[in-house]
Structures are given as structure tokens and as C-alpha cells.
């Protein structure tokens, strides 16, 4: 199975003499493990490990253990992702991250923040497509799009190009051709993954969006959709923009490994 390329990268330091042996070991082996007081343990080795970051929900985390939990592990991994983060959690945790130098970027429209302790992740070749249906998707995409930049895809956006509209898809689109893999995200029935999977000659990730109201609303409606499907596509949970982001971001650098 071919090495990510960070193991390669660390070689490539211990044989030039810039890491020591038990350094390389430690940092190659992927499963370092770091102590939060009683309330967490990291995990320091995911993305040498995996090839993407650790990501931290912030839902139903105290702020004060969200905070420590995310400056630490920005600290000893260099970067951390923060995921449905809220304006209270984001307050707290962007005080703390001043106090210890951490840099911070908080996406308020996907509700994610990202702090970095090194620099940003080098870019891979690998290319994202997001669409929505509607604006009241976007807050998902933005999700998925930070996840993605994080794994070094570029990642090119077409908000709000809905199936009632089917007109306004085709334009938005174009800008879009170049893509290794595609994520679109929609709620209400969920049709657009399903259409967009006809016209493009990749990979179609569909994420429902908890959009939608009555019977099988919040979402449920769109996910049955997209299962249904009769466009060969790939389906997420409900609202899950990190898990399409991830494996959209895994799928486009397997397609620019030579």
C-alpha cells in the first residue's frame, strides 16, 4: 500500500539529517496520544496516520474543555479543526488561542474554525466542486469546503443553482469541469446530487441538508432521495459536510498521485 506523503516527507528529513531517529519513529508510527486532564484524549497522530486532520464537534462540548482541548492540539499537531461551533463556544476558545499565540480562522458561515500552531496544509492538486441547491445549503457546503482546503484540495463553489430552477445549473457547472470529485448538497426532496451525477463523468458525493418541513422533513425526504437514486452516486448523513468534505478530499488527491 503506498506510504502518505507526509511518512515520505519525514524519510526524507531523517536521511538528510534534519530529524533525529526517534523523532522520525514517534511521528511515523501515527499513534501518539496526548492527555487532556480527565475530559479528552487526542489523537496527534490522525493525520500522518489517516492523511486529514483532527477535527473536534464542538456540539454539546463544554467552552472552556473546547477550548483547551482545540489549543492543545493545535499546539502539538499543528493545526486543529473545530466543527458546528457556536458564537459562545467561539468567543471562549478564540481568547485562549490569543493568550497562548495560536493562529485562528473562524468561518462563521459553516460554523467551523480552524487554528494552526505551523503552516497551512501545502497544497496537493487535488480539485473540489460544492454545489448547493439553494442558499439554505450553504452553511453545510462551507463545512465541507474548509475539510477539504485542510486536506490541500482546491475547492471551486456553485451556491444556489436548485432543480426548480434546472436552467441556472448548466452555467455553474462549467467552472466547475475540472474537478476530481463532486459534493452537492440539498434539502427539501433532494434531487440535485442525482441530476448533477448525469452530467459530469466523476465521482458524486450527496449530502442531505435538514431543510424541508412536514412529513419527512428536516432532511429525511432528501436522504431517502438520494439512497433511491438511479444516478450513481455516493450518500452521507444528514448534514454531515465533514464526512463529504473528507472523502471528497480523499478521492481528489488519489486522482493526482502519478
Given at each position: 500500500?503506498?506510504?502518505?506523503?507526509?511518512?515520505?516527507?519525514?524519510?526524507?528529513?531523517?536521511?538528510?539529517?534534519?530529524?533525529?531517529?526517534?523523532?522520525?519513529a514517534?511521528?511515523?508510527?501515527g499513534?501518539r496520544l496526548?492527555?487532556?486532564?480527565?475530559?479528552?484524549?487526542l489523537d496527534?497522530?490522525?493525520?500522518v496516520?489517516?492523511g486529514?486532520?483532527?477535527?473536534v464537534l464542538?456540539?454539546?462540548?463544554?467552552a472552556?474543555?473546547?477550548a483547551e482541548?482545540a489549543v492543545?492540539?493545535?499546539?502539538?499537531?499543528?493545526?486543529c479543526v473545530i466543527?458546528r461551533?457556536s458564537?459562545e463556544?467561539a468567543?471562549?476558545?478564540?481568547?485562549l488561542a490569543k493568550?497562548k499565540?495560536?493562529?485562528?480562522?473562524?468561518?462563521e458561515?459553516?460554523r467551523?474554525?480552524?487554528?494552526?500552531n505551523g503552516?497551512a496544509?501545502?497544497?496537493?492538486?487535488?480539485?473540489v466542486?460544492?454545489?448547493?441547491a439553494g442558499t439554505?445549503?450553504?452553511r453545510?457546503a462551507?463545512?465541507?469546503k474548509?475539510?477539504?482546503e485542510?486536506?490541500?484540495c482546491e475547492?471551486?463553489?456553485?451556491?444556489d443553482v436548485g432543480?426548480?430552477?434546472?436552467?441556472?445549473l448548466f452555467p455553474?457547472?462549467k467552472?466547475?469541469v475540472s474537478?476530481?470529485?463532486f459534493?452537492v448538497?440539498?434539502?427539501?426532496?433532494?434531487t440535485?446530487?442525482s441530476?448533477?451525477?448525469?452530467?459530469v463523468d466523476?465521482p458524486v458525493?450527496?449530502?442531505?441538508?435538514?431543510?424541508g418541513?412536514?412529513?419527512?422533513?428536516?432532511?429525511?425526504?432528501a436522504l431517502a432521495s438520494m439512497?433511491?437514486?438511479c444516478?450513481?452516486?455516493?450518500?452521507?448523513?444528514?448534514?454531515a459536510?465533514?464526512?463529504?468534505?473528507?472523502f471528497?478530499?480523499r478521492i481528489a488527491?488519489l486522482?493526482v498521485k502519478?
Amino acid at each position: 500500500m503506498p506510504q502518505h506523503s507526509a511518512i515520505s516527507d519525514i524519510l526524507s528529513q531523517y536521511k538528510a539529517g534534519k530529524m533525529p531517529l526517534d523523532a522520525a519513529a514517534e511521528a511515523i508510527e501515527g499513534l501518539r496520544l496526548e492527555r487532556v486532564g480527565d475530559i479528552a484524549c487526542l489523537d496527534i497522530g490522525r493525520n500522518v496516520r489517516c492523511g486529514m486532520p483532527e477535527v473536534v464537534l464542538a456540539e454539546g462540548k463544554d467552552a472552556a474543555h473546547l477550548a483547551e482541548i482545540a489549543v492543545r492540539l493545535a499546539a502539538a499537531a499543528g493545526r486543529c479543526v473545530i466543527t458546528r461551533i457556536s458564537p459562545e463556544q467561539a468567543g471562549v476558545v478564540k481568547a485562549l488561542a490569543k493568550k497562548k499565540k495560536i493562529h485562528l480562522d473562524y468561518r462563521e458561515a459553516g460554523r467551523v474554525m480552524v487554528l494552526g500552531n505551523g503552516p497551512a496544509p501545502a497544497k496537493t492538486g487535488g480539485i473540489v466542486g460544492i454545489i448547493t441547491a439553494g442558499t439554505s445549503d450553504i452553511r453545510v457546503a462551507e463545512e465541507a469546503k474548509v475539510i477539504a482546503e485542510e486536506m490541500g484540495c482546491e475547492v471551486k463553489t456553485a451556491y444556489d443553482v436548485g432543480a426548480a430552477g434546472i436552467h441556472r445549473l448548466f452555467p455553474a457547472l462549467k467552472p466547475l469541469v475540472s474537478a476530481h470529485a463532486f459534493i452537492v448538497c440539498a434539502g427539501r426532496e433532494g434531487t440535485l446530487p442525482s441530476v448533477v451525477a448525469g452530467l459530469v463523468d466523476k465521482p458524486v458525493i450527496g449530502v442531505p441538508v435538514s431543510v424541508g418541513y412536514g412529513y419527512m422533513g428536516e432532511g429525511r425526504a432528501a436522504l431517502a432521495s438520494m439512497l433511491q437514486s438511479c444516478s450513481v452516486i455516493s450518500v452521507v448523513n444528514i448534514d454531515a459536510g465533514f464526512t463529504a468534505g473528507a472523502f471528497a478530499a480523499r478521492i481528489a488527491n488519489l486522482g493526482v498521485k502519478p
